[in-house]
């Protein structure tokens, strides 16, 4: 079981907004930013927010992030069918003074 | 362009050793945190273990330490993880990562670049 809960899956048709959640505690999300990876069947995790709210250069702007207390949410919008993916979240955890994952979210795009 | 290139496919028996690398290039090696990450569909993604290639500074997660060894080398850009005895629970997908910060590894820090993976199998 993971250490930051997101839902499983998430789905949206073309065009639509799409967000997806990551809760946590103190001891990671409430004290540190959080990263957000895509990670496209078959290849690995590709870094698109970190920092909460940042986006890497090369990253769409229909990608952002924000957090809030000990949560935090990526948000996709205009969604395209190259966005169906899974979406992990990971930040900081001070008790383990090492990063923790979220179980990641499946985006289905209908 | 800053790469992370990891060993290949490896499928071994309970009870061998295994080492799997992971080269970087197109950056200033010695300069950046670079560790593990283990992968599975049952258990997602665990952060296992980290190295400061300049000083070989090394943290581990708790949950893996004594049953992985991460080390580097840092005239050839390389880094390492080693397992002395495998389980069957090892079967899993291990990626390297690049940790983008200072030398101080911390909360600010974030893994910037991955590696593309080396599939480990253990039956």
């Known amino acids: 079981q993971s250490v930051l809960t997101q839902p499983p899956s998430a789905s949206g048709t073309p065009g639509q907004r799409v967000t997806i959640s990551c809760s946590g505690r103190?001891?990671?999300?409430?004290?540190?930013?959080v990263n957000w990876y895509q990670q496209v069947p078959g290849t690995a995790p590709r870094l698109l927010i970190y920092?909460?709210?940042q986006r890497p250069s090369g990253v769409r702007d229909r990608f952002s992030g924000s957090k809030s207390g000990t949560s935090a949410s990526l948000a996709i919008s205009g969604l395209q069918s190259e966005d169906e993916a899974a979406y992990f979240c990971?930040?900081?955890?001070?008790?383990?003074?090492?990063?923790?994952f979220g179980g990641g979210t499946k985006l289905t795009v209908l | 362009e800053v790469q992370l290139v990891q060993s290949g496919a490896e499928v071994k028996e309970p009870g061998e050793s295994l080492q799997i690398s992971c080269q970087g290039s197109?950056?200033?090696?010695?300069?950046?945190?670079i560790g593990w990450v283990r992968q599975t569909s049952g258990r997602g993604l665990d952060w296992m273990a980290i190295?400061?290639?300049?000083?070989?500074?090394?943290r581990y997660n708790p949950s893996f330490q004594g049953q992985v060894t991460i080390s580097v080398d840092k005239s050839l850009n390389t880094a390492y993880l080693q397992w002395s005895s495998l389980k069957a629970s090892d079967t899993a997908m291990y990626y390297c990562?690049?940790?983008?910060?200072?030398?101080?590894?911390?909360?600010?820090?974030?893994?910037?670049?991955w590696g593309n993976g080396t599939t480990v199998t253990v039956s």
């Open positions: 990971t930040s900081w955890d001070y008790t383990l003074n090492g990063w923790v």
């Open positions: 197109g950056y200033l090696f010695r300069s950046y945190w």
């Open positions: 103190f001891s990671n999300i409430g004290s540190s930013t």
């Open positions: 920092n909460s709210d």
């Open positions: 190295i400061y290639p300049d000083d070989s500074n090394i």
């Open positions: 990562v690049r940790a983008f910060g200072g030398n101080s590894l911390g909360a600010a820090d974030y893994m910037d670049v």
